[in-house]
């Protein structure tokens, strides 16, 4: 099989042809500081990463309650930023006023 070489960018559509799912990243950010995700997680598509990046959200938001502007961004295998899902509204943290 002749893939294409390393580091070389190649369609969401290849992964179709060779029954392949990408595998997504979730980093959380908080403002120029990153926790990067170096395993990431094998999903069908951007929609289904999506769907795993609310649930993450979700259930962390209580824990990280005292952090400002933090938010989970989705990015592929080449460090291409996807998606980003913020924490809190408008970066006001989980503390009710």
């Known amino acids: 099989m002749n893939l294409p070489p390393s580091g070389a960018f190649f369609s969401p559509n290849i992964y179709l042809k060779l029954d392949l799912m990408p595998r997504y990243f979730f980093n959380i950010r908080d403002g120029y500081d990153v926790d990067e995700d170096e395993e990431g997680i094998e999903l069908p ?11 993450t959200v979700e259930e ?22 996807l998606l980003t899902v913020p924490f809190f509204r408008n970066g006001q943290g989980g503390r009710r006023r």
């Open 60 to 81: 962390l938001r209580d824990e990280l309650a005292d952090a400002g502007n933090i938010e989970l961004e989705i990015t592929d295998e080449t460090g291409r930023r």
């Open 45 to 55: 598509d951007l929609e289904a990463a999506r769907a795993e990046a609310l649930a």
